[in-house]
């Protein structure tokens, strides 16, 4: 009996110490679990960190956030033409020293032939920098820390006088369709100032007869804005004309190609250039635009009006299109000068000095 019980004790005693011992053993394992964990975590943490955002990954998403902009596809064009430009000679990478580097060095390299050579890449540049400071991806613009600038343009399509616009006019082929699609288009861009990419996009049922005008939707304006071209009565009823004499089965095009297309900006600059050539009067349709800013303005238009039907956001780039000349200004000057409502006073003084 006494046996028995003694065998019982032991046994307690051996498990006691041995649950204690597994105890210990476990606490250690977690303490130490703790610890590797701990270190995995750092190491996972350190793995996961994001490498920085190189140069070409950062165009990438601009890009793709003008296209959810729904920005024109000729715009997304330029873009992508002009950062693959620059990122071709770049160091890919938006360290600012390196970006900074970068920056200089291909607005150095374009060549000071013109304006507009320097002004596109330079506007598309700058705004691709304004855009990843925004997005913290760079500390500052090298644009503006430099303080670079568009340059000048003054222009260089001048209006071209009323009577060679005559005789021009005069020199189309009414007779063929693209002649008289050519003259209809000459009296529209007189009549509104539209740019003639604008108009190629234009349909038929953008021209509202009721109204006598074109809309320009915002997904065709150049701006992005909506607004409204107005026709003169005898150049809607030129329009109106010339809508019947396009084939049924032609796609809905306001005006088609001869084969009833979409007509491209190109195909229409290479037909005024066959024109030219033939009357020997060279006239190009951005040409129409600018005599319209001109001659709305010598009609008696204000700058203000003029800015609104052009499609302008700014003033001053309505002022490039505007060539007046000296004898128009003279004119203007003597109708309105301000001298002229002291003109009693000016008289009381010369029989005072007789």
């Known amino acids: 009996m006494f046996g028995i019980l003694s065998f019982y004790i032991e046994l307690v005693v051996f498990l006691c110490f041995s649950s204690l011992g597994f105890s210990l053993k476990i606490a250690r394992n977690t303490r130490l679990g703790e610890r590797v964990c701990s270190l995995e975590d750092t190491m996972r943490m350190v793995k996961m960190k994001p490498k920085p955002m190189d140069l070409e990954t950062a165009m990438q998403k601009f890009l793709l956030v003008k296209e959810s902009q729904h920005t024109g596809e000729e715009t997304m064009k330029d873009y992508r033409n002009c950062l693959a430009r620059f990122l071709a000679d770049s160091h890919n990478s938006l360290d600012y020293p390196l970006l900074e580097s970068d920056v200089l060095t291909f607005f150095a390299a374009i060549p000071d032939t013109s304006p507009a050579r320097y002004n596109k890449p330079f506007q598309t540049i700058n705004a691709f920098l304004n855009w990843a400071l925004e997005q913290e991806l760079i500390g500052k613009n090298p644009i503006k820390v430099h303080k670079l600038h568009k340059r000048r343009d003054d222009g260089n399509i001048k209006p071209l006088p009323v009577d060679k616009l005559q005789a021009f006019l005069a020199s189309l082929n009414k007779s063929t369709y693209t002649g008289l699609r050519?003259?209809?288009?000459?009296?529209?861009?007189?009549?509104?100032?539209?740019?003639?990419?604008?108009?190629?996009?234009?349909?038929?049922?953008?021209?509202?007869?009721?109204?006598?005008?074109l809309v320009v939707s915002k997904l065709t304006a150049k701006t992005r804005t909506r607004r409204i071209a107005y026709l003169n009565k005898s150049v809607a009823f030129l329009l109106e004309s010339f809508l019947p004499q396009k084939p049924e089965d032609w796609e809905d095009w306001l005006f088609p190609s001869y084969e009833g297309q979409k007509l491209s900006v190109s195909q229409l600059d290479k037909s005024f250039a066959h024109h030219s050539e033939d009357c020997g009067i060279k006239l190009t349709p951005y040409q129409l635009r600018h005599s319209f800013a001109t001659l709305f303005l010598k009609n008696g238009g204000d700058l203000f009006s003029l800015q609104h039907l052009m499609g302008h956001s700014d003033l001053r780039m309505t002022k490039r299109y505007v060539d007046l000349d000296e004898e128009h200004i003279a004119k203007q000057h003597d109708s309105f000068s301000p001298a002229k409502l002291i003109s009693t006073g000016s008289s009381r003084l010369r029989r005072v000095c007789q």
């Open 182 to 213: 050519d003259y209809v288009i000459c009296m529209v861009m007189l009549d509104t100032g539209i740019r003639p990419k604008e108009l190629l996009a234009l349909r038929d049922s953008d021209y509202h007869s009721h109204d006598k005008c």
